[in-house]
């Protein structure tokens, strides 16, 4: 029996609560997975899950060892960290998962400077605008947005970004040019954003000076997508007015084909964080990657320098 082999399965399936999920998120076949269970079980003489049809559940053993496991584990990274930086060549395997358009316009455009700089570590990128079982999928980190609830997880801060609201200029020409945020649900089609996870659609948020302004446009006229890149079409293509991100609305802007609107009505900065579970924080191959993805945000980064935080 490969020990080592059997503890990383065996911490996986612990943390996903399946062995088929353990078998996809490490990429090994699922007659392998239940093998090795098996074997650790028969080595150690006990029984560390309870499994039926529906699903399978950590003993109290079970628990136990997976404490010791996963400490193990995290001594083992740490040890291969410590080689690796003193050789400056941190190499492995990163699944990281992040939305479409932080994907499409911030990160991959980036990537080949990460990639020459560590030729050794695979990168598995995960896009979408779903929010993600870090733990259970298998994820080593993420790049989310707004406020962060869970505090189990070690997050570091990239950026406050900017929105702006927008309207395609087909749109603006046809149906006017709004001057006041309670037009948009009066006078105004929405091109809307909604959760994919909770079917949620985003209010729109409007500051200006002391006054702040919420408008919920469920049941407003228009049309409502879950994906950022495809939200961003929407305005474009003429179907609303919405809110998104300044920097993704930028080339849109120089070629005439979006026009912000409301300019003096502002919301406040979206907090983006890239999150990783407290057992991954010793790992060399992911401090690097964070770091570098920290520097990459930077320049998107428009929360005034007194209200910015560290976390």
């Given at each position: 029996?490969?020990?080592l082999?059997?503890?990383?399965?065996?911490?996986?399936?612990?943390?996903?609560g399946?062995f088929s999920k353990?078998?996809d998120?490490?990429?090994?076949?699922?007659?392998?997975v239940?093998k090795l269970?098996q074997?650790?079980?028969?080595?150690?003489?006990?029984?560390l899950?309870?499994?039926?049809?529906?699903?399978?559940?950590?003993t109290?053993?079970?628990?136990?060892?997976?404490?010791?496991?996963i400490k193990?584990?995290?001594d083992?990274?740490?040890?291969?960290?410590?080689?690796?930086?003193?050789?400056?060549?941190?190499?492995?395997r990163?699944?990281?998962?992040?939305?479409s358009?932080?994907a499409?316009?911030i990160l991959?455009?980036?990537?080949?400077?990460?990639?020459?700089?560590?030729p050794?570590?695979q990168?598995d990128?995960?896009v979408?605008d779903r929010?993600?079982?870090?733990i259970?999928?298998?994820?080593?980190?993420?790049?989310?947005?707004?406020?962060?609830t869970?505090?189990?997880?070690?997050?570091?801060?990239l950026?406050?970004?900017?929105?702006?609201?927008?309207?395609g200029?087909?749109?603006?020409?046809?149906?006017?040019?709004?001057?006041?945020?309670?037009?948009?649900?009066?006078?105004h089609?929405?091109?809307?954003?909604?959760?994919?996870?909770?079917?949620?659609?985003?209010t729109l948020l409007f500051q200006?000076?002391?006054e702040?302004?919420?408008?919920?446009?469920k049941g407003?006229?228009g049309?409502?997508?879950?994906e950022?890149?495809?939200?961003l079409?929407?305005?474009?293509?003429?179907l609303?007015?919405g809110q998104?991100?300044s920097f993704?609305?930028?080339p849109?802007?120089k070629?005439?084909?979006?026009?912000?609107?409301?300019p003096?009505?502002?919301?406040?900065p979206?907090?983006m964080?890239?999150?990783f579970?407290?057992?991954?924080?010793?790992?060399?191959?992911?401090k690097v990657?964070?770091?570098?993805v920290?520097?990459?945000?930077k320049?998107?980064d428009?929360?005034p320098?007194?209200?910015?935080?560290a976390?």
């Amino acid at each position: 029996m490969d020990q080592l082999q059997a503890l990383r399965v065996f911490v996986r399936i612990a943390e996903s609560g399946g062995f088929s999920k353990a078998a996809d998120t490490l990429n090994v076949p699922r007659a392998t997975v239940s093998k090795l269970i098996q074997e650790l079980e028969t080595h150690l003489r006990v029984k560390l899950f309870q499994r039926s049809t529906r699903r399978v559940v950590v003993t109290e053993e079970g628990q136990a060892y997976y404490q010791n496991a996963i400490k193990l584990l995290a001594d083992l990274d740490e040890m291969d960290g410590l080689f690796a930086d003193s050789r400056g060549n941190p190499r492995g395997r990163i699944r990281v998962d992040v939305g479409s358009s932080l994907a499409n316009l911030i990160l991959l455009p980036h990537l080949p400077a990460f990639r020459k700089r560590y030729p050794e570590i695979q990168l598995d990128v995960g896009v979408s605008d779903r929010q993600v079982d870090l733990i259970g999928d298998g994820v080593d980190c993420v790049i989310r947005g707004g406020e962060l609830t869970d505090t189990s997880l070690v997050a570091r801060r990239l950026a406050g970004l900017e929105w702006g609201t927008y309207a395609g200029s087909s749109y603006l020409a046809e149906r006017g040019t709004p001057s006041h945020p309670d037009d948009l649900i009066a006078r105004h089609e929405i091109a809307g954003y909604f959760s994919s996870l909770t079917g949620r659609v985003t209010t729109l948020l409007f500051q200006q000076g002391e006054e702040s302004i919420t408008i919920d446009p469920k049941g407003a006229r228009g049309v409502f997508v879950n994906e950022s890149t495809a939200h961003l079409t929407s305005l474009v293509s003429g179907l609303g007015v919405g809110q998104t991100f300044s920097f993704m609305a930028q080339p849109w802007l120089k070629s005439g084909d979006l026009v912000q609107v409301l300019p003096q009505w502002r919301r406040p900065p979206h907090p983006m964080h890239i999150v990783f579970a407290q057992s991954k924080y010793n790992s060399a191959r992911l401090k690097v990657f964070v770091d570098w993805v920290i520097e990459v945000f930077k320049p998107f980064d428009s929360t005034p320098a007194p209200h910015r935080t560290a976390r």
